[in-house]
């Protein structure tokens, strides 16, 4: 699934493609991808139709475009979704769900989804800028109102793992599996290591690398292991060349060459240097 780099690449080719451009039609071609709009395909195409999207905005891992109508279009790209923005002349995607044209009959916005487990929507934007649906996400730890101390006080209170902790999306958003294990193996901590054990200083080292992963990854385009994450021109990021632990297995650690070993996490992996990264005595799984 992709996490806030890839996120944050979309968002930019968005801002980039999009803000400031008038839907004309919307055309859905598979009810699923429109799902989470409750009132159906219809109203959704409906609500979006001469509507202007004012800009390109995100949280976590949630997209959305605000229009003038004080509505905002949601999207969330889950395990395999893309917005693309195609050329009208494009061959139709073979996974096309959702074709978006605009009032300057130029480039269109295909929202593309092989798995469909992504899902797009329209909904009133909240007092405070955010769709009622991201309400409930954090802030994640690139966005300039990040509240560290507040964190460090909230992590100590979770009484859990630290890698569960960085997964809860209610704590710190944007962040998945891979960059977890990158940010964790960068600050020497195991991914059982009890949260209530993580002092200031620690939690402050942990943001630290959490923040500078997530930013070299970003200036890589994101990590694409395969052809389904994507930036809005089809173009896949290539952090996956950089990465120290997650899918490392085996290899050895480039800080002592111990090799990296991967356990089962949460119906997920975990990867890790088991002499950079003990395991703690008392561990949370």
Known sequence: MPELPEVEVVRRGLSTWVSGRTFDAVDVAHPRAVRRHGAGPADFAGRLAGRRAESAERRGKYLWLPLDSGDALVGHLGMSGQLLVQPAQAPDETHLRVRFTFTDGGRQLRFVDQRTFGG???????????????????????????????????LRRRRTGIKRALLDQT???GVGNIYADEA?????????????????PAAALLLAQVRAV??????????????LYVNVNGESGYFDRSLDAYGQVGEPCARCGTPIRREAFMNRSSFFCPRCQPRPRAPRL
Do not use: C, N
Request: net charge negative.
């Open 214 to 227: 997530m930013s070299q990854a970003l200036a890589q385009g994101g990590t694409s292991f395969d052809a």
């Open 120 to 154: 797009l929507a329209v909904e009133p934007m909240l007092a405070d800028g955010v769709p009622a649906s991201v309400a409930h996400i954090a802030r994640d730890p690139l966005d300039p109102q990040f509240d560290d101390t507040a964190f460090a006080v909230a």
């Open 171 to 173: 704590l710190i958003s």
């Open 184 to 200: 964790l193996w960068r600050s020497r901590l195991h991914y059982a290591r009890a949260t209530e054990t993580m002092t200031k």
